[in-house]
Structures are given as C-alpha cells and as structure tokens.
C-alpha cells in the first residue's frame, strides 16, 4: 500500500504548455494582449457583421482559443494548490477583468449575428469555407434568437456574471467546509462524515451518523440554503420571463440540443422503470445485509463482500490502455499519451479539489491539450475513474482537432458520453479478469457497485431534478408549471421527502426516511439550475451505445469516433441515427435503463444466495 502511494504521489502534472507559474510574464502579457484583441474586435466588426462575417469568426476564434488557454490555466493550477491565497487572487482578479472585457466588447456579436437575415447568412455559407465550418454553432446560436435581450442589458447582464446566483455555489462551498458535525465526541466534517456513511459496517453507526449529518445542516445552514435556492429560482424566473421562456427548464434543454418532449420522456420513463428496478436492488441489498428494511443511512453502505484489493496507479494505467485496444486504436494511442505527456494529477493531497475531472482545452494556433485531476487511491471505482476522465480528454482532443475551440465542447447531456464508455470498457475488463480468476465475491463486489453507481447517476440525479423541478415551480404531479414560490425549510423537507419517496418506495416498502429531510440542502448542483438531468441523459445513452458496440463489431469504431469528432455540431437525434438509435422513443430509454440496470440486477440476484423464502 504503501509504495503504491508512494508511486501515485509521483504521477503530477505538468502545465508548462500553458504556463510556467502565476508569475510567467506570458500570463500578465496574453491578458494584455486579450484585452487588445477584443477592443480591436468590437472597433472592427461591430454593425458590420453581414459584411465581414467571415473575417470576424475568424478573429473570434482566436480570442476564444488565447480566453480557453489563460481561463484553464489558472483554473488547473488552483486546483492543486486551494489553499494558495496568491493564486486564489490572481485568478479571481484575471476573471473579473476577464468578464468585463467581454462584456463590454463582445456582447454585440452574437446579438447581431442573431439578427443577421438568412440570404446574408446563406451567401456567407456558399462563399466561405470558415463560416460554412461554422454553421452548426451559428445555427445554435439562432434558435436563442428570440431569446436575447437588447446588447446594453446583455453587456450588464455578462458584466455582473460572476456575481449571479451561481456564485451561490462558491459561498456555500465555503459555509459548508465550515459546518462541524460532532460525532461521539470527534468533531468531523461533511466529507468525513459521507465517507463514514459509505465506509462502516456498522448499521446503528450509520444511522447515528446520518442523524449527525441531517441535525448538522438543519439550522443555520439550511435556512441559508432555502434562501440561496429561492434567489436563484426567483432571479431566473424573473430572467426567462424577460427572455420570453415558456417555462424554466426550456433554456437548458434547447442549449442541451434535446426537444423538451425527450426530457419529458426520460424523467417519466427513469421515475417508472428505473425506480421500480431500484427498489428490487435494495431489497437485494437489505438481503446481503441482513435488515429486513433499510434505513436511508443505508443506501450506500458497504457490502459484507466489499473487495479490498489495492490496484497500482501504474496497474490501472494499464488496464485503461488495455480496455481501449479491444475496440480502438486511435483511441488507445491517445490515453497513452496522457501518461507519458504528464496530463494527469493522481494523488490525494490535502490542498488539491476533490474528487476527479478532465479539462481540454483548443490553444492559440490550433493544437487540443488535455489535463486530468484524480484523488487516486487504487479501489476498482478509482480504476474506473481514470477511464472515465480519460473518456473526456480522448473526447475533448479528437472534438478539438476537428472543430477548433467554439465547438468542441459537446452540451452536457451528452458531454458524458464518452467518459462514460470509458468507464464501460474499464468495467467490462475487470469483470472478465474476475469471471476468469474465479473470484466470485470481488466479482459480485464489482457489479454490485456498478449497479449502485447506475443508481446514483440515473435514477437518483432523476430525483434531484424531480426536486428541481418542483423548486422552481412544476406541480407535485409534474403537469404544470407556476412561478417559484418562497418555501421554508420544512416545505422543502417535505417535497424532498415526497421525490426520495417517488423512486425510493413508501416509508418502510423498502427504506425508512429518517433524519434525511434536510440533505437537499448541501447539493451543490441546485445552483446552476437544470444540470443533473444531464448526468441519468448522458448515462443512458452510452448505455445504449455500449450495447450497439457487441452488435456492430468492427464497424462500431468509425462510427463511435465521429460521434467524438462532432462535438457540438449535431443535436442528439442526428447523433444517434448512424447507430440506429432514436432518442425521441420510449423504447429507447426503456432500453437504455434494461441494458444496463436491469442486466446488472439479474446478474447480481442470479449470483446471491437465495432468500430463506426461496430456499
Ligand atoms: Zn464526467
């Protein structure tokens, strides 16, 4: 274990590429020469678009690509280093200044693109191969068309951004590391006290630390949040309002590239099928564990047949390598170059971000670099882990290569599809390795925490937006919206209570709720509002597209690599159709939630000991 750490607290990345420390004078003169950039930009191109689209888009990209290179950068070094106060302030400072720059000087261009008529947008398509390459994110932009405000009002609006409700979320990341859970006698924080709820053995443990948890972020800490949360829903409300929105969710699914009607579609097939198949694991669960009901401070408790096993860092570089050259080379070729370019940041250290993600990034002059952070301790979800951000930066460098820094970035509800697959084809590989060494306790461990992971993805980011939804003003049978309402703590305890239950079964079907009443409150995700649906969207596609890899044999890999290739340029009905998968039915998501939930299910029931009733 021990020189496994050792090995992993060597894996650091290297960000010279972009800078070599905040104090690179490159950095100083590239915000300089932004600022140049975009006054030149507005001195040339403002009120003259239909005349000089071409070179506009052109100069454009620039700026976006020079913006990209010194907004990741700065985001990457302070991810290692959070507790760094110079760093912290330079970065603060460059994206205040950042913002106003575009604010004042770049809010017009999108506007008048929007406007521009279609004869002048169709000539600039035939007779520029730029603005032709460009169409799709033209096009995007012009379905906001209706959408935008007058530029003085986008220019404030773009000015005062970093100070909108979703700096709601920076404030609680700071009141939240604050709260103090005092548990038998040790004070504890919130992680400390998640990883005591996944991790003991212990059921009265457990329910005495959830009792903790849900005392702990009552008070104080949840009436802020009742407030944070109706800020945001009444600041949006009043903005979709202005922007002519039908309802709140209707901004996000059009810049997710999805009709509301497939939204619909998966929140009403995830809530039917993936909840009843839900309740079925849990009481397989309750089974293994040996509690005819469980408590909520169950859910994610350890299996009396957890596996143990430590996978090296080195090991694990391995295994994902290995994974993708049973179906792509290119792809391949691409994570090993993770390792040996130094793009990835592996172990756990006290002042690094939590958790795991993938940043690519399309520099000045064209060329796609891609960094990864982990918090890497070498259990088999952290092998899947590496895949699955290895997924993003293989996405995020054959999507920048073809379509240059304004339309790489896939939208999330699709950004996660090939981290996902990624994390697929890590899955699939260490379960062979288990079906074949015979190992049949790491084996049920592995797919059991897949299933639970599935959960965790679709049907419980289902019930987050479910309790979403309601936030922001839908009715309690999810037919009709209203405006936002201000809800005390107790209102929203109880729609919390009612979503969890929805998908989760009644009290004591399955779980008894309590002490979990106030855990909507510490989900950071309600402040930028409609994003979890993306995750249960995202999973269930690969899901899909994993299970077409099987029947397409060697003609998946084309296809799988133009889907990368293509970025932003498609919405989800073209990007499915050379599979022969259709997002608008109902059979898919159906399909999607069988393929992968409900396989995994029967494997894991077929592989239990029979209950005593059926013995
Ligand atoms: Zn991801």
Redo the contacts with the bound molecule.
Sequence with gaps: MASTIDRTNQVRWDLGILYSDIEDPQLDSDLGEFAGMVKRFSVAYRGKLAQLLGPAIRDYLEIEALSGKITGYLFLRESTDLSNAAVKAKHAGFQREMSALQGEHLTFFELELVQLGDDALETWYESDPIVAKHRPWVEHLRVFRRHFLSEPVESALMKRSTFNAGSWGEFFDEVEADIEFNFRGASKNLTEMVHLLNESKDADERAEAMKCVNDGLGGPFAKYAAQTLYMVAGSKAVEDRERGYAHPMEARNKANRIPDSVVDVLHNTVTTLGGSLTRRYYKLKARHLGLPVLRWSDRNAPMPFSDTTVIPFDEAADIVAASYESFSPRLTAIVKSFFAERRIDAPVLKEKRHGA??SSHVLPGGKTVSFTLLNYLGCNKDVMTLA??L??GVHGIIAGEAQGPLMFHAPIAY??TA??FGEMTAFTFLKDRLIRSGDKNSLLALIVAKIESTINTVVRQIGLSNFERRLHGMDASYGAWTEPKKRSVEELDAIWLQTARELYGEEGEIFTYDHSSHLWSYIPHFHGPFYVYGYAFGELLTQSLFAQRRRLGAKFEPLYLDLLRSGSTKDVVELLAPFGLDARSDAFWKDGITVSLGALIDEAEQMSPPSRGEI
Excluded: I, Q, T, Y
């Design positions: 993600f993938n699955h951000e997924g993003h950004c996660e981290s996902v």
